[in-house]
């Protein structure tokens, strides 16, 4: 069973940059034909997705966000990591990590998502 967890603060000042890991067991990032997503959603909105690493570590990012964000990996972990940058009130959001199944598209696998709020 494939099981994803973030793990990261749960307040995070104005300006500062905001670190979320995700901790994936029962199955590698590395394996081919998964990509790792980050996804969050809002107070009251719906999902946005910000950006993905794919299995061989190239990254695609939401247009919105990409001057913001990046994700990185640590293979030896099996960990991937969302960084996002200059934050604003308007960041605060649930935020989950996500597995993706290339071949359909599909959101396979979901962690229990993390609560980020944005505030002084």
């Known amino acids: 069973q494939v099981r994803l967890q973030e793990s990261g603060p749960g307040l995070v000042k104005p300006s500062q940059t905001l670190s979320l890991t995700c901790t994936v067991s029962g199955g590698s990032i590395t394996t081919k034909y998964y990509y790792w997503n980050w996804i969050r959603q809002p107070p009251g909105k719906g999902l946005e997705w910000m950006g993905a690493?794919?299995?061989?570590?190239?990254?695609y990012y939401t247009p919105s966000l990409k001057s913001r964000t990046s994700i990185s990996r640590d293979t030896s972990k099996n960990q991937f990591t969302l960084h996002l940058t200059s934050v604003t009130p308007e960041d605060t959001a649930v935020y989950y990590c996500?597995?993706?199944?290339?071949?359909?598209?599909?959101?396979?696998?979901w962690g229990q998502g993390t609560q980020v709020t944005v505030s002084s």
């Open positions: 996500v597995r993706e199944w290339i071949a359909t598209r599909e959101y396979e696998y």
């Open positions: 690493i794919t299995n061989s570590g190239s990254t």
